[in-house]
């Protein structure tokens, strides 16, 4: 079993639409959590850092629910920018762990 | 740009080369982290470096691969008597002295290494 569990995708979604990513992390050890998007063939850049209080930065909101082992992202008012891999991640004292991602499409 | 620097972005080898990638960490950096993503995969943790140590290298393959973080310089990941599965994409990220890994990686462009 992964360490962090992600469903794949694609999503697609027309622009406008909220669209909803959900994660889980078997390691009860992880003290941090993050949403990173990937766009194809370029760096991970961070999108968020979760809380256990959910927390929003503009179009996104993320939540963290620590006693199901569960994260997740929220996306409103999606734009066709937004259209890239989207990691979950979680931390310990020594390293990351990286989900294999969830493809997001917006279209038109 | 103060941003985490890596070369070569692209690295050609033929098998049995040695193939070696460099980091820069962002400025005030100095913490260092070297990831691997194959093709259609995601990114898999490989070595934790500070200046001068190694904290965790559970990530790394037992043979062939090796990391260090001089005094002076960039992070080097070597690998020796490259072969074909080494081909893949080689992230590094870095993160500031005080909170280790918990804080938010900031990741380099990657070197993308192909193996003929």
């Known amino acids: 079993r992964k360490e962090v569990e992600q469903d794949p995708g694609p999503f697609n979604v027309p622009e406008g639409a909220t669209v909803a990513f959900n994660c889980t992390y078997s390691?009860?050890?992880?003290?941090?959590f993050f949403w990173y998007r990937q766009d194809c063939r370029k760096e991970p850049k961070l999108l968020m850092s979760?809380?256990?209080s959910g927390n929003e930065d503009g179009r996104f909101t993320a939540q963290l629910n620590r006693a199901s082992q569960y994260i997740s992202l929220l996306i409103r008012d999606s734009k066709l920018s937004d259209s890239a891999t989207y990691l979950c991640v979680t931390g310990t004292a020594s390293k990351l762990t990286f989900g294999t991602g969830t493809r997001l499409q917006v279209t038109l | 740009n103060a941003g985490v620097m890596q070369n070569p972005r692209h690295l050609v080898r033929r098998r049995g080369q040695e193939a070696r990638l460099r980091c820069s960490p962002m400025k005030g950096h100095s913490h260092v982290y070297w990831y691997r993503q194959l093709p259609e995969e995601g990114l898999k943790f490989m070595v934790y470096?500070?200046?001068?140590?190694?904290?965790?290298e559970s990530g790394m393959p037992k043979e062939r691969f090796s990391a260090e973080f001089p005094k002076e310089g960039p992070s080097i990941l070597r690998i020796q008597q490259v072969v074909r599965g080494d081909s893949a994409a080689y992230f590094c990220?870095?993160?500031?002295?005080?909170?280790?890994?918990?804080?938010?990686?900031?990741f380099g462009d990657g070197t993308r290494l192909s193996i003929l």
């Open positions: 470096l500070q200046k001068e140590n190694i904290i965790d």
């Open positions: 979760v809380y256990s």
């Open positions: 390691n009860s050890a992880s003290q941090s």
């Open positions: 990220a870095s993160s500031p002295p005080t909170g280790g890994p918990n804080q938010p990686q900031h």
